[in-house]
């Protein structure tokens, strides 16, 4: 396509198509429990969780099941992104109502077929449970995980089918696009990104636009934007969902980007571990290209922009901006002394951008919207949403949007639903191996990049893990050092050769071979570590343990002092007793396989503790929980 | 490029703007200790010793990656940054065998001279060290990996001669090494013996196998010569002990010399009263050879006694 009108006829022709997916969602009452008449259009959700349950295939069963009882006019089945509620997926939601299905498997395709698409009956099993209410059946956008998020960079995922561009630019894609290189300056476009102060979602935070003038003041031949989508955070999926779910959003933000400075080369590093985001980028780049909104003279402008990806092998270092750069030029990644800005001089020497996914992703709605739009949302400091993965010990592991300065209480309790098995909240992990541990007394805290610096961690690249009581806090820490250790890449020698000494020192302390000189050694490691190391991963790697030892101190001095884990976590700090609840059913005896446990039928059972080897086995095995370990 | 001055532990120097701090310390006479850090090589800044506190600026910066600029205030010898040394050098010294006493580098280590000067030492430990891997399959260059600091010095000088790049870093992390080609001995790999890696390295990770046991380096009395083989005029030292001369070996390869095997074999044969067996590589495979093969002049000589141009009573060692 050559011009904008071009554009505007695909999206309003496309948006009839889809638009009763973006209707205005009722609560369905029960006694009317038959479907509209019309159009209804199957979302089936495929993102990696969901896709490695097999929605793939609910999709493909689907589609045959409609067609083959003729329903196929009216019913259409379309694939989605991450819409986030991981914990219950495969996930499926049928437009206009907005009903919502979850843990679908294979066998309840026929039932949805029979009972809702043939009859038009709500098949209640399959309903999300919060999405029962008593009087009535409440939509997808209704549900609590959802009504409390504010969606920006997620905005289409869950809405559009990824691999179709057309979906894209009906929900106003390219528009962005469209009025930069048609209306606007690139100090126009500077300016309005400066303004709105988007904040790198990286982890860092950046201020966007000032980097972007940076690159656009400095003169050069060539000039590049990278994505950066090398997420490596154990526990983090923000970026992997964005591009599933929404490429052309991160493909937008790039050519935005590389008009404002002057770059017409734009490359993703994705981590090759992520095949599906793999995939929908290239179809994604695929399509932007035949429809001429990458590649030569867009929109018949004098602005050219080309995207290529670029794998990376797995090394989370990788996900250092130079290391990155390191990579993609063809070398071992390992990060390079920051002599000059990345800015002036990054990719093969050029000025070079790179922002996070998730960064991109905002920038055509800014835009599009304007920065007071922007500002409107979140706090002063940090404007707009951050995509967070929540994980670990919380009822609805998933991925959530909400503004900046939302409490950590929102997103753990009201989004996040709180702790499973009525277990005790005990502290969340966030920004992973560069992050911190904060306590519960916390939990008010808002999140946005000031407040969580302040206590000792970082916003990070948004990945949250939830602690509940039975999480051992040096286990933890010993638990992301374990990661950095694996994952550093040698080359400057406090991050080589200090986190494997403070690594030891964990593994000392959690199997309860501590000292008190163990803990001094920690902290003065850790100092050398923070203040020597050469890159950014090395210099907040010995965060998990400094923020662990400033909230959970009697922790650790409880291992040390007392070769005892509070949180009952530590193997080899635990030792197995039978209690008295014990009803002799030698059920413990015969599942113990170093023979350990003693005792007649029907009478109480003891375990050898020196002979004990701590597998669990008869705990699991006890069928009146008498076993217990302390 | 205009000048700029910068006070370094309240002395003021002025230099270009764009010098790095390192050197603008090393005209006032500071010398800031560093083991990765080699103005002929791409700057790493992996070592992290040459830190340095500077005005202005929360986090202590490597004085080899940083740039001056006028009005700049350096300290080289605060108590941070002695502080920040001495655990570097500490971690390096719990991952190193001490082996300071019969270690061919004693003398000349950069890692003893800082531990000297920091006051640093070994000490016991459980913790993990590096494995004990040693490559003896070169007649020309012993490396001993349990030495090595892994500062990259030996990588970088042999990628800068474009047909060489042997060297590389494998693995990642604690494990990390560096390996000839894809991990091969030096014997199978494309390794040419050039002995780049072996002037660059700064401990006893890389050393000339043809030194070993000829003395000790405050032993000997040193004369420098050029390399007669070729324009490029490579460097050599001439050992000698006991007024005799017992070794040649390569200097630094600066100024685009790129040092080679055979310029080294030919200053080892015209200065030594005894030079050593010369071997040469085949097919992956070294061979003791002749004088004659080593230096490539067997033509030349056949001639020549084909010539009768040089007396018959010559005896050289081929």
Partial sequence: ?630 | MANVTVTIDSRKVTVPSGTFVIEAAKKVGIEIPALCYDPNLEVVGACRLCLVEIEGSRKLQTACSTKVWDGMVVYTQSERVINARKEILQLLLDNHPNDCLTCQKAGECLLQKYAYEYDVKFREHNGARRPALMDTSSPYILKDDSKCILCGKCVRTCAQVADRQVLTFANRGFDTRIVADSNFTLEESSCVSCNRCVTVCPVGALVDKRLLGKGRVWEYEIKETKCKVCDYGCNFEILSKDGKNVAVRAKAPSNGRPLCLKGRLTTEFIYLDEPYTPYKKENGKFKETTWKEALGIEDIIEKLLDKEEISTGVEYNG
């Fill in chain 1, 1 to 630: 396509m050559k011009t904008v009108k071009e554009l505007n006829n695909i999206k309003e022709k496309v948006l009839e198509r889809i638009e009763l997916r973006k209707r205005e969602q009722k609560d369905i009452s029960l006694d009317s429990r038959n479907m509209q008449e019309g159009m209804t259009h199957v979302l089936v959700y495929g993102g990696t969780g969901c896709h490695s349950s097999n929605s793939h295939k609910i999709i493909e069963l689907l589609e045959e099941k409609v067609k083959e009882n003729g329903l196929d006019e009216h019913i259409k089945i379309s694939l989605t992104g991450c819409f986030g509620l991981c914990a219950a997926g495969p996930n499926i939601v049928i437009y206009p109502e907005g009903i919502f299905y979850s843990h679908v498997k294979l066998e309840d395709v026929d039932e949805i077929v029979e009972e809702h698409f043939k009859n038009g009956r709500i098949v209640e099993r399959l309903l999300y449970e919060e999405a029962k209410a008593e009087d009535c059946i409440k939509p997808v956008n209704e549900v609590n995980f959802y009504k409390k998020q504010t969606r920006i960079a997620l905005k289409n995922c869950g809405v559009i089918n990824p691999e179709d561009i057309d979906e894209y630019i009906a929900c106003d894609g390219y528009q962005a696009l469209a009025k930069v290189i048609t209306e606007m300056t690139q100090q126009e476009v500077i300016d309005v990104m400066k303004d709105s102060n988007l904040r790198g979602r990286g982890g860092a935070g950046f201020p966007t636009g000032r980097k972007w003038e940076t690159a656009f003041k400095y003169d050069a031949d060539k000039k590049y934007v990278i994505c950066n989508a090398d997420e490596g955070d154990p526990g983090a999926f923000m970026d992997r969902s964005i591009l599933e779910g929404d490429p052309h959003s991160v493909l937008e933000g790039m050519a935005i980007c590389g008009y404002a400075i002057g770059a017409d080369q734009g490359y993703i590093y994705v981590r090759a571990e992520y095949p599906i985001a793999v995939q929908r980028l290239q179809i994604a780049i695929n399509q932007a290209k035949e429809k001429g909104l990458l590649g030569k003279n867009i929109l018949g402008t004098d602005f050219s922009f080309d995207i290529e990806l670029r794998l990376g092998a797995g090394a989370f270092v990788c996900g250092e901006g130079t290391a990155l750069m390191e990579s993609i030029e063809g070398r071992r990644g390992m990060p390079r002394p920051k002599i000059e800005r990345t800015a002036h001089k990054g990719l093969w020497g050029k000025p070079t951008i790179i922002n996070n996914v998730e960064t991109f992703a905002n920038v055509g709605q800014i835009i599009l919207k304007g920065a007071d739009w922007f500002k409107s949302i979140g706090t002063e400091d940090s404007p707009g949403t951050k995509v967070f993965a929540l994980g670990g010990k919380v009822n609805h592991t998933g991925l959530v949007e909400v503004p900046m300065g939302a409490t950590l209480r929102d997103i753990v309790f009201d989004i996040g639903g709180g702790i499973p098995n009525g277990r005790k909240y005990k502290a969340v992990q966030t920004g992973g191996p560069s992050g911190g541990c904060i306590p519960a007394e916390y939990l008010d805290t808002p999140v946005d990049f000031a407040s969580l610096a302040k206590i000792g961690s970082i916003m990070g690249s948004g990945g949250i893990i939830v602690l509940d009581e039975t999480d051992c806090m040096v286990d933890i820490a010993r638990f992301y050092l374990d990661f950095t250790v694996a994952e550093s890449c040698g080359k400057c020698v406090p991050c080589r050769e200090g986190t494997k000494r403070m690594l030891e020192i964990l593994e000392r302390i959690t199997n309860g071979e501590g000292t008190p000189e163990d803990l001094d050694r920690l902290e003065s490691l850790a100092e050398t570590i923070t203040s020597a190391s050469l890159c950014g991963l090395g210099q907040t790697a010995a965060n998990p343990v400094i923020s662990t030892l400033k909230y959970f101190r009697e922790e650790y001095e409880a291992h040390v002092y007392e070769k005892r884990c509070p949180a009952g976590a530590c193997q080899a700090l635990l030792q197995y007793f039978i209690t008295d609840k014990c009803i002799g059913c030698t059920k413990c005896a015969r599942n113990c396989p170093v023979s350990a446990i003693s005792g007649k039928v029907k009478e109480r059972h003891v375990i050898d503790t020196e002979t004990c080897i701590k597998c669990g086995a008869c705990m699991e095995a006890c069928p009146v929980g008498a076993i217990i370990k302390k």
